[in-house]
């Protein structure tokens, strides 16, 4: 059978499910591609199709083309199948009401910048950065709501 694309409201279920992000790195903003986790272009269930940022579902197809990582996995379709379902569950625990995911953020500048970026976001905002987690507001230095 030929190649079968995902239609547009799986697009948009898939793209939620993962944050508009690659299940991977977690980046957004670089580009998404819809990729076939067992490589049969014609199997589009849900579970077969994961979120890949557009360098690593490149790096999956041409492994050889790219120096090796320190941090990076191989991204062969069991790495890449886990990497989806850690990350689908990590979205779907920080979308509910009182999340029990722990919250870390890296960011550079005065504190009333910072309180200013968290109070703009909103609770349960998703940021990016050098760890990947979801953001609850913070108060005088305390969390809000219950821990």
Same mark, same amino acid.
């Not at 793209?15 to 076939?36: D, E, F, M, S």
């Not at 890949?52 to 990582?69: K, T």
């Given at each position: 059978?030929?190649?079968?694309?995902?239609?547009?409201?799986?697009?948009?279920?898939?793209?939620?499910?993962?944050?508009?992000?690659?299940?991977?790195? +977690?980046?957004?903003?670089?580009?998404?591609?819809?990729?076939?986790?067992?490589?049969?272009?014609?199997?589009?269930?849900?579970?077969?199709?994961?979120?890949?940022?557009?360098?690593?579902?490149?790096?999956?197809?041409? *492994?050889?083309?790219?120096?090796?990582?320190?941090?990076?996995?191989?991204?062969? @379709?069991?790495?890449?199948?886990?990497? +989806?379902? *850690?990350?689908?569950?990590?979205?779907? !625990?920080?979308?509910?009401?009182?999340?029990?995911?722990?919250?870390?953020?890296?960011?550079?500048?005065?504190? !009333?910048?910072?309180?200013?970026?968290?109070?703009?976001?909103?609770?349960?905002?998703?940021?990016?950065? @050098?760890?990947?987690?979801?953001?609850?507001?913070?108060?005088?230095?305390? !969390? *809000?709501?219950?821990?």
């Amino acid at each position: 059978m030929g190649r079968v694309n995902p239609n547009k409201a799986q697009r948009k279920r898939l793209l939620g499910a993962n944050a508009n992000r690659c299940c991977v790195c +977690k980046r957004q903003g670089v580009g998404i591609h819809l990729h076939h986790i067992d490589e049969d272009s014609s199997n589009t269930v849900d579970e077969n199709i994961a979120v890949l940022c557009v360098e690593d579902h490149d790096r999956h197809h041409r *492994s050889g083309a790219y120096r090796p990582q320190v941090n990076h996995l191989e991204l062969g @379709p069991e790495q890449i199948r886990q990497c +989806k379902k *850690s990350w689908e569950a990590f979205i779907i !625990e920080a979308r509910q009401s009182n999340p029990n995911v722990v919250a870390t953020l890296a960011a550079y500048g005065t504190v !009333e910048l910072i309180h200013s970026m968290l109070t703009a976001a909103g609770e349960g905002a998703i940021f990016a950065g @050098p760890v990947w987690a979801t953001a609850r507001m913070f108060n005088g230095g305390e !969390e *809000s709501g219950q821990s």
